[in-house]
């Protein structure tokens, strides 16, 4: 794919297509991804599955499920005869949600896809995700050509047990692997302890046999939509021509300049990641080199 230039023909910015759910309280989903992804130059179309008053890490919430939107949305779209460069899909509340992924991934068929598999955290999956759902999303990891599953999705999706050591490097390779093989051409898992200490992304690109890391400070503190962002920033480098060592790092390091900034103000986490001031960095989109063969 071409490298993104300052003053880029506006008829060459990509469309991608980002079936997620917007939260009114709280930064997570589109409200993260619709501003993150438009600083790198990108037009987000958003195929919004929820809208929630407040995320739910805040208790209590008013909730307005659209699956039925999703679909006359995407005949609306053939319709127009739109084209899209991404689908890329997130946090899903239903089997018919993920039914609906299904057919947007097999309408757009040139299309980049990328999937978010939300599922869970710290080692346990949320409280909407049943059993039949988590194997369900499944279904999408199979046609995706990238996903970006955190450690508590990836041992979701292959069955294991959450680790509760941290893990050797032969081990977490191991994982990135058997996740290929169920379909992606590119996998990162984020939020890996490794044995040495280290905090870390770790990646694999199937066609080209190579696994990278990408390293992070610790802040012993963590806050809704770090992955939305991790995730976006990611998929957008990759759109723009960055190579996926490259996109690792600047989807690390954006994360963690507005992670570090939110915990210096010692907000709730519930507010999610003070990104807004953080924008300048990435539309700056420096060259990075913080990534290591792995």
Known sequence: MEKYKAGVDVNDIKKVAAIHD???LGRCSLSVILPVMSAMGLQVCPVTTSVLSAHTGFGEFVMRDLT???MPA???YKKLGTEFDCIYSGFLGSEDQIDHCLEYFRTFKNALKI???VMGDNGKAYATYTSSLCRRMGELVAVADIITPNLTEAAILLGEKFPDMP???DEIKSWLVRLSQKGAKIVVITSVMLSDGEIASIGYDRQKGSFWKVTN????KSYSGSGDMFA???????LNGDSLPIAMDRAATF???SIKATYSYDTPWTDGIMFERQLPWLMSYQVLDHYESF
């Open 22 to 24: 917007i939260s009114g």
């Open 68 to 70: 039925d939107f999703m």
């Open 74 to 76: 995407l005949e609306h």
């Open 115 to 117: 999937v978010d598999p």
């Open 167 to 169: 893990m050797r490097r």
């Open 217 to 220: 400070d610790y802040v012993p």
């Open 232 to 238: 976006s920033v990611l998929a957008g480098g990759i």
């Open 255 to 257: 994360t963690e300049l």
